[in-house]
């Protein structure tokens, strides 16, 4: 089982799964979900058991998608709309820069993990993926946003509800994202 790089082979499997997983919200267009990838590749990656080839080789399209974690560079500090492709605007603005260049925050998008493996660990390992490269690249923090009540899950990958979004952001969320659906945010540290 493994964690490898989204390819352009892995997106009929990645569609198929976002389907499988959202009961709350209509599921994304595949063009609005490979926006994301486009945006950042670095920050995008998909679970799979019996992975066979090495990282660098494409993986057969017949492979079982188990998992996958879109997120991407965030300019500001507000989420982009559900159902959009980003744009140039979501884009890092001068002055917002990590030490390499990107962007200091990365927005996690979306994670879908199949009901076949759900339980046993694999979001947990996607996200302390995530985390690790963001780590890495010198990001300050990591923002998401909760749905279909997955506010727990995400408290025990140390985010918290992000206190300083506004009633008339968190009504612009829930417009959205859904009912219930929760600003969350991760403080990142690495060494200088």
């Known amino acids: 089982m493994s964690i490898i790089p989204i390819t352009e082979r892995l997106w009929p499997a990645i569609y198929d799964l976002q389907c499988q997983v959202y009961s709350e919200i209509e599921p994304e267009t595949m063009e609005v979900l490979r926006s994301k990838w486009l945006h950042s590749p670095h920050a995008c990656f998909a679970y799979c058991s019996n992975q066979t080839e090495n990282a660098d080789s494409p993986l057969s399209s017949s ?14 500090a507000e989420a982009p709309k559900l159902h959009q492709p980003l744009s140039s605007t979501h884009t890092a603005a001068s002055g917002s820069k990590s030490k390499q260049g990107s962007a200091i925050r990365l927005f996690l998008h979306d994670l879908a993990v199949s009901k076949d493996v759900k339980g046993m660990g694999v979001g947990k390992l996607m996200v302390a993926h ?63």
């Not at 492979?63 to 500001?76: C, D, N």
């Not at 506004?166 to 540290?189: N, P, V, W």
């Open 63 to 76: 492979a079982p998608i188990q998992a996958y974690l879109l997120a991407h560079e965030l300019a500001g």
């Open 130 to 192: 995530l985390i690790a490269l963001a780590t890495a690249k010198g990001y300050k923090e990591v923002l998401l946003i909760a749905i279909q009540g997955s506010v727990p899950f995400w408290q025990k990958q140390g985010f918290e509800l992000d206190l300083e979004v506004s009633e008339l952001q968190a009504a612009a969320i829930e417009a959205s994202y859904g009912a219930g659906a929760k600003a969350m945010r991760k403080k990142l540290s690495f060494n200088r």
